[in-house]
């Protein structure tokens, strides 16, 4: 069906704002969004001259505002940045539409919160970073964006697989010194002045006078608190009216709590200092007090402990979720008395120094890799490019037999490992050839090594999952992503599974991996 110039490819469903639609344009998907209010009056003649007049400017200056904040940001954000805004907009009818390029990789809003749970704090945190600079940008031009929550900073993964948040739906912005007859946002991330607002029946020019870009922070604040914890920061030292509300089910938000006299009380999950001390500051109940974007993207890019990985030559694997329960929110590598060595800082800003072995007394290592890089079976005929291997993240190799053919399985310090084949690391540049050895000389070497009697190989099946980890593999994800057949394994302590190439290579993916990568869903 064709509207406006657009394939549409999805039917109209209705949201929050009017209708949206997927369409294509060009060979390009789009997203359609589509207004319900306000709409251009039809002079059918059930309107007096002066209501339609009236609804008329309404929906003019809503188009015109609409119309100005995009061409404003479209000055800084450009295609494939970290804030959506549309590219088209038109009247379809009586109805204003808006068309922005379609995100790939957006995260469903019903899964967020799980893929959020499963991010590390650095991932968060470069999250954080994103949305701060994003808002930052919109703030520079004198706009506020005004409904910031949970799924208008949509979180992204991207094509190498990490993620980022992008600022999206503008539909409410304005700007700074032409605030609407009507400020609107959603009620659960007010700020506390957008409440009273909300609230307030007369005196509502003079109050709307206290909204600024701050009512911004205090929402994004709402959201870095749901990043880290998983939820909103809890009301405290309520007054009777409001534990009476609570007693009858109704949920007691932050801005009415703070509007109330009482206090937010943070997770204890936010375990880091300098985390913990920007929230608050965000959520302060004078949006003077509030730190601006700009001052909250600084603190987000100051330097704080940070988890170092270990010295290669110790050959070790740290255990986040160890370091994590241990209240340990920085490692760094140092030299003491000449030896390589670690210094610990911990959440509450102490510091203490760490051998290799007392990091495994501490049991905060999740596995220890070979050592160092193995000598190639003798009838390979191979020598390994070491820099190169190591540039590409690898840290030590072992001799192994997968399926009866012998290869080299390789480590990160990151606790994944992949297995190659001779031919695998040639055509990867991994290793060069060298001249087979005479047979005098070969001889010794292969006396030393105690080769298996290769088993035939299986046929290809992946393997059910161990049943701690709780999760069911997703067959046609793991075939879309190259894998043929997997097999359950352990590497150290750690149970996990290898997963097989078409051209014998392997790799070893984690549970909580898999279910990143979508190879796995949490049953």
Known sequence: MRFHGYELITDWKNSQCGQTAS??????????????????PINNGTLDAKTFKHNEKLFNDFVDTRKRVNAAIRTIAGSGGNIIIPCDEFIEGNQYVEAAEFVNGAIDDDETEGVLASLSVDVKKLLMQTAAGALFS????????????????????NTT?????????FDSSYFVDEKPDEIVGTIDYYSPELGEYADSEDEREEIAKKIT???????????????LAGALPEPVNLTDKLKKRQEKGKVIYCWIALNSGCELKLSPLIKSPKYSSLIRDMLQKDPTLRPSASEVLKRLREAEPVIEEPWPEHSIILDRDKLDAADIAGLRKITADGEKAYELIYCDGTKKSATKDTLGEMG?????????FCTPWAEHCLKFDIDKIKSRGFISC???????IKGYQFYRSDSNSMFFKPETLLAMKYANKTEAPAAEEAAPAMEEIKTPDAAPAPEPTFA??????????????????????????????????NFFSADGTCRFIRAEMAVIQKLARKV
């Open 23 to 40: 369409a294509t344009r060009g060979g390009k998907k789009y997203f359609l969004k589509k207004y319900q209010t306000p709409v251009a």
């Open 138 to 157: 919109v703030h520079s031009k004198g706009i506020i964006h005004s409904d910031l929550k949970l799924k208008n900073v949509l979180l992204v993964r």
């Open 161 to 169: 697989g990490n993620y980022v948040a992008k600022l999206i739906d």
């Open 213 to 227: 870009d701050k009512s911004d922070i205090f929402s994004l604040g709402l959201i870095f608190h749901f990043y």
């Open 464 to 497: 059910e999952p161990w049943e701690a980890h709780g999760i069911a593999f997703d067959e046609d994800v793991i075939r879309a992503k190259g894998f043929v057949r997997s097999e359950k394994t352990s590497i150290g302590s750690v149970n996990g599974y």
């Open 398 to 404: 072992e001799q192994k037999i997968v399926s009866g």
């Open 364 to 372: 905060l290592l999740k596995i220890t890799a070979p050592k160092d």
